[in-house]
């Protein structure tokens, strides 16, 4: 029987748009504005539009050699802290509609948009709620208005939008006055306009991974207490009254342990709440010439996708066009470098081009472990029993190179500790011993001879699931 805390963990599941935007896995963070011109990563607001000047700009380049790295989408930073619109906004003149691109008449959101509908991506938008350079920020209402005005223009002239990226940013405005933002107004916002939309980050639907250097917890969570969707807001949401909950554990995004039973135990509301790990190719957000020399290597990130989509979270992954309106040429080659990785190291699933016999400890009725080596999200294999085992032969003996679990997240998020092992020529080896699953675990064998696998789950929230098992070679 299951007892009391485990029912509640696993009637905390996803929203239909958190499982879009999760099986979404690795998309691209496009950051250009005025700081790409006066070599800067925070604009200030003073700056003249006159500096954006891109003489070459391509955003079919761009979608064409992300969708080439295996990604899927491109968010768009729409205006940064600076202020810069990179689009034509109605509201203020602080746009590209003031600046030599296309003669005044440019609107990089559109291009990029169509490019991302023209080759298959998903198009979304980053709109910092920090202004630099409106004069109404600061002064509440009348700033909040003048946010929403261009998020409604942002989420209708541009089609379907699949996350709406907010941080917290909140400092001084060229009035020295701050601004308490509108978090809910803004939600209400994009949930009228673009209702499959994740908002992230500083929203309710997809949280941050506690830092920008690329860094992955070894087991993450998915369901978590419901307080960690204010742990990136800014400080007017810290206690001001005698609040209960302001007992409990303090919680940040940068904590280790965000989910597990004896963390969970004590909240009194739990949310569904994934992770997200966002880095830059390159030290900067922006594109700086003295970092051409300083591109992330294949190797980082072939470690970083791994450990993100390959450990229950998503990559964002920011690549920063240069002056000229490109990405660079040093960017360009380590991204095809790791499309052609991505294509080989997942490109054969043994247990799909092999006679595969597969059995369970127990299944069940109409969940049978064949259903997990269907490559159909509405299939999955389903236990009676919260310790339970999955075994897998192929037909020849195999160098296996990584293996890849999933579970049926519909169902929440089961396993708790498992381990895997594989039928070697000269016995079983055990290759992992982890916690967490969740949407996808990739585990990295190094190319061990095996014909079989098996999966044991030694302690689960309730009976285990896999949706998906495969081993690649």
Same mark, same amino acid.
């Given at each position: ?134 004069? &109404? ?10 946010? !929403?005005? *261009?998020? #409604?223009?942002? +989420?209708?002239? @541009? ?91 303090? &919680? ?10 004896? !963390?969970? *135990?004590? #909240?009194?509301? +739990?949310?569904? @709440? ?200």
């Amino acid at each position: 029987m299951y007892n009391a805390l485990s029912q509640r963990l696993v009637q905390t599941i996803p929203s239909p748009r958190q499982i879009a935007h999760q099986s979404t896995e690795f998309y691209a963070f496009i950051h250009f504005t005025v700081n790409t011109f006066t070599d800067r990563e925070w604009g200030d607001g003073s700056e003249s539009p006159e500096v954006f000047a891109p003489d070459q700009l391509d955003a079919m380049q761009w979608a064409r050699e992300i969708r080439n790295a295996g990604m899927r989408g491109i968010i768009l930073t729409c205006k940064h802290h600076d202020g810069f619109c990179l689009w034509p906004s109605r509201y203020t003149h602080h746009t590209v509609a003031s600046s030599p691109f296309r003669s005044g008449k440019g609107d990089v959101v559109r291009e990029v948009s169509d490019a991302c509908h023209a080759l298959g991506l998903k198009f979304g938008i980053y709109l910092s709620p920090w202004d630099r350079n409106s004069q &109404l920020y600061g002064q509440g209402k009348p700033y909040d208005d003048y946010f !929403v005005h *261009q998020l #409604e223009e942002l +989420l209708t002239g @541009y089609g379907d939008i699949f996350s709406v990226w907010l941080d917290g940013a909140c400092g001084e405005g060229s009035n020295g006055k701050k601004q308490y933002y509108d978090w809910e107004r803004y939600y209400e916002t994009v949930r009228r306009l673009q209702p499959d939309a994740c908002i992230c980050v500083c929203g309710p639907d997809v949280r941050w991974c506690g830092n920008e250097a690329g860094d992955t917890r070894e087991q993450e969570w998915s369901v978590v207490p419901r307080r960690m969707m204010d742990t990136e807001k800014i400080a007017s949401l810290s206690q001001h009254i005698d609040d209960p909950s302001f007992h409990l554990r303090h &919680l940040s995004a940068r904590d280790q342990d965000l989910g597990s039973r004896e !963390v969970l *135990q004590n #909240e009194p509301d +739990l949310i569904w @709440y994934p992770a997200e790990v966002n880095t830059s190719i390159r030290p900067g957000w922006f594109w700086h010439e003295k970092e051409n020399s300083q591109v992330r290597s294949l190797a980082e990130l072939q470690h970083i996708y791994l450990h993100s989509v390959g450990g229950n979270a998503t990559f964002l992954l920011n690549i920063p066009p240069d002056r000229r309106g490109l990405l660079h040429e040093a960017d360009v080659s380590v991204l095809r470098d790791f499309g052609h990785w991505l294509k080989e190291a997942f490109g054969q699933n043994v247990l799909l081009t092999q006679t595969s016999h597969v059995t369970a400890s127990s299944s069940a009725q109409g969940h049978t472990p064949e259903q997990a080596l269907i490559p159909d999200a509405s299939t999955f294999w389903l236990a009676t029993e919260e310790q339970a085992s999955f075994h897998v032969t192929w037909e020849q003996t195999m160098p296996v190179r990584y293996i890849m679990l999933m579970e049926h997240i519909m169902l929440s998020q089961r396993a708790e500790h498992f381990q895997v092992f594989l039928d070697t020529p000269s016995g079983t080896v055990q290759v992992a011993d982890a916690a967490t699953i969740g949407y996808k675990r990739i585990l990295s064998v190094n190319g061990i001879p095996a014909s079989g696998m098996t999966v044991q789950f030694l302690a689960s929230r309730v009976a285990p699931t896999l949706q998906s098992v495969a081993v690649f070679i």
